[in-house]
Nanobody, 114 residues
């Protein structure tokens, strides 16, 4: 079973940037679509970005134009570049396959202050 480890979160002021990483303990090359998810306090976990093996990407409206997802199949790592952060982006961020086949990692906390 592939284990996912998210990192790169932290406390940042509104308008700032962060880059999240998700390291997989095994190969993600065969996984067609990987995604980033987030869960804010009191809310359900939501998918905010996904990337297919051919590079096709999809974003939730709330992050479109500000976040960029990428993947490195050699390093078995998924990335999320987050720019122009807003307080409403505060959440725990997770990665997983689109079909949620992997166990959830511990996530990485992102806190955006106003």
């Amino acid at each position: 079973q592939v284990r996912l480890v998210e990192s790169g979160g932290g406390l940042v002021q509104a308008g700032g940037s962060l880059r999240l990483s998700c390291a997989a303990s095994g190969s993600i090359r065969s996984i067609n679509t990987m995604g980033w998810y987030r869960q804010a306090p009191g809310k359900q976990r939501e998918r905010i970005a996904s990337i297919a093996s051919n590079g096709w990407t999809n974003y939730a409206d709330s992050v479109k134009g500000r976040f960029t997802i990428s993947r490195d199949n050699v390093k078995n790592t998924l990335y999320l570049r987050m720019n122009s952060l807003k307080p409403e982006d505060t959440a725990v961020y997770y990665c997983n396959a689109l079909d949620l086949r992997f166990n959830w990692g511990q996530g990485t906390q992102v806190t955006v202050s106003s």
